[in-house]
């Protein structure tokens, strides 16, 4: 059971930073700069990219979903720390529920 818990966290806790850094942090303000401030078009493209990311599944279309969520959120915040403990929660949220409820 504590090794159960130790991942929900840590693996929550790993995704949700470096899937922030890399795919909004990084991939997102590339396209902005890229596509001359067209935020918009930016935040679609980092999402349809980070949905089939994770495969060619519903979870792509759910990672879809909030990738634009996340990239909505940076975009109007311009910090990373909001997306990352949203990303982490959610993770949290989905992995406990994948092992508990469905176990």
């Known amino acids: 059971?504590?090794?159960?818990?130790?991942?929900?966290?840590v693996t929550s806790?790993?995704?949700?930073?470096c899937e922030e850094i890399i795919w909004r942090g990084y991939l997102q303000t590339r396209l902005d700069n890229k596509l001359s401030g067209?935020?918009?078009?930016?935040?679609?493209?980092?999402?349809?990219?980070?949905?089939?990311?994770?495969?060619?599944?519903?979870?792509a279309v759910f990672t879809t979903i909030f990738g634009l969520i996340y990239g909505l959120v940076y975009a109007?915040?311009?910090?990373?720390m909001p997306v990352i403990v949203g990303?982490?929660?959610?993770?949290?949220?989905g992995f406990s529920y994948m092992y508990f409820m469905m176990a």
């Open 1 to 9: 059971m504590t090794i159960v818990v130790y991942t929900i966290v």
């Open 13 to 17: 806790l790993t995704a949700g930073v």
């Open 38 to 59: 067209k935020t918009g078009i930016a935040i679609v493209i980092q999402a349809i990219l980070f949905g089939l990311w994770h495969g060619t599944s519903i979870h």
């Open 76 to 80: 109007k915040m311009k910090r990373l």
């Open 87 to 93: 990303h982490w929660l959610g993770d949290a949220l």
